[in-house]
């Protein structure tokens, strides 16, 4: 039986995008030339939330992307399943952009090596940000996030969930899952 723990609810969620928010403005001096990436599938939802909280604290619009990064997983041929494409939506160039990619948990950074292999694909930014809403650690390869919501230390066996809701009436909320 999976016992479930709530290590993060839907105040903590919004407190955390709004300081990472702060600290991806402090940090690249305000919104010029910076974009909004969400990986897609659990990237996407905070990525908007924090293109939204970032457009109304500077007052302008910051364009916001989405990637799938699908084809470019080192692990795609290693599973006789199918892989299921979604949409890449980036209607902006990345030339000469400061991109901040959007993920919700970092775990091992094949995920966001993925995603940096993808945007290049798209263009040459200027520099590529990484923002997490979890860092759980268990890196297998050389990357960090440069805007961290919360650090959980877990163990390998146990599952990290983000779940943000689409409209203001679903929890928002993050578990951690063992068994």
Not at 45 to 55: D, P, Y
Not at 68 to 81: E, Q, V, W
Not at 101 to 124: E, S
């Amino acid at each position: 039986m999976k016992t479930k723990k709530v290590v993060m609810d839907g105040e903590g969620i919004d407190r955390s995008l709004t300081r990472i928010a702060y600290e991806i403005l402090e940090e690249n001096k305000g919104g010029r030339d910076l974009v909004i990436v969400g990986i897609r599938e659990g990237g996407v939802f905070l990525a908007k939330r924090l293109r939204e909280k970032i457009s109304s604290i500077e007052g302008v619009d910051i364009p916001l992307g989405i990637i799938d990064i699908t084809l470019y997983r080192d692990d795609i041929f290693a599973s006789n399943k199918k892989p299921i494409l979604g949409k890449t939506d980036i209607p902006f160039s990345l030339d000469h952009t400061k991109v901040v990619l959007v993920d919700d948990v970092l775990f091992t950074g094949r995920t966001i090596r993925a995603a940096m292999d993808a945007l290049i694909d798209f263009g040459r930014p200027t520099l590529i940000q990484l923002a997490v809403l979890i860092d759980r650690g268990h890196r297998e390869l050389p990357i960090r996030a440069d805007f961290v919501g919360k650090n959980l230390p877990s163990a390998l066996w146990e599952e990290v969930s983000v779940h943000i809701g689409a409209t203001l009436t679903d929890t928002d909320e993050v578990v951690i899952e063992e068994g």
